[in-house]
């Protein structure tokens, strides 16, 4: 007879009504954790009550959610059966690109195997990201600085 035994842990991430700012789903989620929550495991498919070998942790979850999620709606992560304790923070991708500012929250959690942790995310404000470029210099010298103003004059 086979016996499994789940080897992981689970975080169910919901968005909770209003807790939406973009005007489309979310298709990622991104989270810089206090531990390392990702990395290799290698279990003994021998012995269900082993415990997992783990190396190679690293602290960020990247979350991708081909479909997207909304509010009311949940999205579903594995990590490590680990304890974590500390700050927590995430940011999030809406499917047209749009990313926010970051927020932070406080977990403490032994985070078992085969359990699942809710998380409320309500999704952060967005920023704006304004990318510049300088294409060919005609100035004659290398440009070491460059002012931007807004249209009421105001320096950024």
């Known amino acids: 007879a086979l016996d499994f035994k789940h080897k992981t842990h689970i975080l169910k991430m919901t968005i909770p ?4 700012p973009f005007s489309t789903a979310i298709s990622q989620v991104v989270f810089t954790f206090p531990t390392g929550v990702t990395g290799k495991t290698i279990v003994d498919v021998t ?30 992560a594995t990590i490590l059966p680990v304890n974590i304790s500390g700050t927590v923070s995430y940011y999030a991708v809406s499917a047209l690109g ?6 932070s929250f406080n977990l403490s959690k032994d985070c078992k195997e085969g359990h699942i942790t809710p998380l409320s995310l309500t999704i952060p404000d967005p920023i704006t990201i304004i990318r510049l470029s300088l294409g060919k210099n005609y100035l004659g010298e290398a440009v070491k600085n460059i002012t931007i103003f807004d249209h009421n004059g105001t320096n950024f």
């Open 17 to 20: 009504e209003g807790g939406n």
């Open 47 to 76: 012995n269900g009550e082993s415990a997992p070998t783990i190396s190679e942790t690293n602290n960020q979850l990247v979350v991708n959610i081909p479909n997207g999620f909304d509010e009311g709606e949940s999205a579903w």
């Open 98 to 103: 749009q990313q926010t500012r970051e927020r």
